[in-house]
């Protein structure tokens, strides 16, 4: 089965620019979340989508936006791109949005600002 | 504030040495807690999970984990390193009660010396 996928798979930006990240999760799974991990901490929660609606997100600006589509897929929006917006993005995928539903991530899409 | 530490950014075993990262968090309610493992340029990769069914959890790869509700801590070991076990591990919570966010450590770093 395939697991949950993200594209681009790396990608590089200048300052200011917009960017669109993709996520495909597991079959079967409603849920989206996305997180940043800046290289050497752990990953930081952007958003959680399902069922196409927003149930959560993080401490971050309103540059970020993401939205989830009919068939469970979702983008991550970043925009007037930061130098500290490098990072690797991450996907994850879970059945529900319980508090211990567990989250099935992606590769990432690593994400270069110059 | 809920939060999650693991002492020590980076730990050095031997081959066939026992491993043990610890992990320790801070909740007012019993949370659920995961340990994840990512290697080189790739997405995170879940060892195990607790949920409360029993404090010594077992996983993949031969790691399990204690969770040890007097001391907060749930640390992942493993009897015998393997090369293979070279990678960053995460451990991560999400407390119960209705939250959707895993909120993770900053990750310990394994280097098993031949």
């Known amino acids: 089965d395939a697991g949950v996928t993200q594209s681009p798979t790396h990608l590089i930006k200048t300052r200011g620019q917009q960017v669109t990240l993709r996520c495909s999760p597991i079959s079967g799974h409603k849920s989206v979340s996305w997180y940043q991990q800046v290289l050497g901490q752990g990953p930081q929660f952007i958003f959680q989508y399902y069922e196409k609606e927003e149930r959560g997100r993080g401490n971050f600006p309103d540059r970020f936006s993401a939205r989830q589509f009919p068939n469970y897929s979702s983008e991550l929006n970043v925009n007037a791109l930061l130098l500290g917006d490098s990072a690797l993005y991450l996907c994850?995928?879970?059945?529900?949005?319980?508090?211990?539903?567990?989250?099935?991530f992606g590769p990432g899409t690593r994400l270069l600002v110059l | 504030a809920q939060s999650v530490t693991q002492l020590g950014s980076h730990v050095s075993v031997s081959e066939g040495a026992l491993v043990l990262l610890r992990c320790n968090y801070s909740?007012?309610?019993?949370?659920?807690l995961f340990w994840y493992v990512q290697y080189p340029n790739q997405g995170l990769q879940l060892l195990l999970k607790?949920?409360?069914?029993?404090?010594l959890v077992k996983g993949i790869n031969g790691f399990e984990a204690e969770f040890k509700k007097s001391e907060t801590s749930f640390h992942l070991t493993k009897p015998s390193a393997h090369m293979s076990d070279a990678a960053e591990y995460f451990c991560a919570f999400s407390p119960a009660g209705g939250t959707y966010k895993y909120i993770f450590g900053t990750g310990t770093r394994l280097k098993v010396l031949a």
């Open positions: 909740s007012s309610v019993p949370p659920y």
């Open positions: 994850a995928s879970s059945l529900g949005t319980g508090a211990g539903e567990t989250q099935y």
């Open positions: 607790y949920t409360s069914a029993a404090t």
